[in-house]
């Protein structure tokens, strides 16, 4: 090695030999950049400068908020266009809510001359990682996704920017922007206590982060209150009318039964709405009932709900993306407020 050349030169070849060497697996984030500044005796400065010549050589690749990767980056030859004007969009489902999202996001994208690739994990995380193995092959610039609570693995090491929206994982350092929906949630029930509910309930999702802070606002304003309500008042398993209509059924065969319904999801409460009908439980004269996003839905039912501002959850996503794609750091949380939409399905209980 010349030992005349500039620092950042010799340490470049020093990490291009490593990496020749396998000393850095492919799909493993190379060290940072302190520790290689401590372990060659440089500052980071010159560190940085010495990986960004690597990506330079096409020797390894940034992914921004994640780390630098040895190799190319996936569609690399294709920058100027084809694969690389494609953004992955990864939904859990096709519930109108994503619908009304996707519908925001194609919008700011087109703008920039992008196209959306959309898939649908349908609840399963080992189809969100399959998901993900094809975005890479596919060569997207990167992908927005509302990813399911068990699919860390999916996220672990994607050679992509990732960012995502409406849900998160805790295990993963991956941007997010969701709603507050432990507020949201705590502003339904109080507008039920208000009323002179007591005997409230909860429908909401599975294991994801975005249904335990729901659940969490719910029990936080029950219990500011000193309101108990029994365990079998709490359900939770999807967003679907199939389980708003069961769940419904469970809780109205209870031996006290809920005067009032907080439910998770419009749709969920759209099912539970049904139970209702079917059973001549009038609405909400003798049940009370609240959904969740303000979607056409709720407006079409005059629906009580808590409104999610998905025009500014959209182009925050896509902001933190685009971030992404010019190589800037962004801040990992980012919380929008809600607010509650009061209709027709909510009034003080009769007995």
């Known amino acids: 090695m010349e030992t005349n050349l500039p620092k950042y030169r010799r340490i470049a ?19 940072g950049e302190k520790r290689l500044a401590e372990e060659l005796g440089a500052n980071h400065l010159t560190v940085r400068r010495a990986l960004r010549l690597l990506v330079e050589r ?24 084809g694969a690389r004007n494609l953004v992955g969009m990864l939904f859990s489902d096709a519930d109108p809510y994503f619908l009304r999202i996707l519908s925001e996001l194609e919008s700011l994208m087109s703008a920039r001359g ?113 309101v108990q309500v029994p365990a079998e008042f709490r359900q939770g398993r999807e967003y679907s009318r199939e389980w708003g209509h069961l769940a419904a059924e469970r809780l109205f065969a209870q031996p006290v039964a809920p005067t009032a319904l907080v439910c998770g999801s419009d749709v969920i409460a759209a099912g539970a709405l049904r139970y209702l009908v079917e059973n001549g439980r009038r609405c909400p004269e003798d049940v009370s009932l609240i959904g969740y996003s303000d979607s056409e839905l709720s407006r079409d039912l005059q629906l ?48």
Request: aromatic share 6%; no cysteine.
């Open 13 to 31: 070849a020093l990490l291009e030999q490593r990496l020749a060497g396998g000393e850095f697996p492919a799909g493993e984030a190379l060290p």
């Open 58 to 81: 096409g020797l390894a690749h940034t992914v921004p908020s994640r780390g630098t990767y040895p190799g190319p980056g996936p569609g690399s030859a294709r920058d100027s266009g």
């Open 114 to 226: 992008l196209s959306p690739v959309v898939r649908l994990s349908r609840g399963s995380p080992a189809r969100e990682v399959e998901i993900m193995r094809e975005f890479q092959r596919l060569g997207v610039r990167g992908v927005l996704a509302a990813p399911l609570s068990g699919s860390v693995q999916a996220y672990r090491q994607p050679h992509l920017p990732v960012v995502f929206f409406d849900s998160r994982l805790e295990e993963l350092p991956i941007p997010y922007v969701v709603t507050d929906d432990f507020q949201g949630t705590r502003w339904a029930v109080e507008h039920l206590l208000g009323l002179g509910h007591r005997h409230i309930a909860h429908i909401g999702s599975g294991g994801e982060a975005t249904s335990r802070d729901r659940l969490r606002g719910f029990e936080a304003a029950l219990a500011a209150a000193g």
């Open 304 to 351: 009580t709900t808590v409104r999610q501002p998905l025009e500014r959850l959209a182009a925050t996503a896509w902001r933190l993306l685009a971030a992404l794609f010019e190589g800037h750091h962004t801040p990992r949380e980012n919380r929008l407020e809600t607010s509650l939409v009061v209709r027709r399905t909510t009034a003080p209980p009769t007995v």
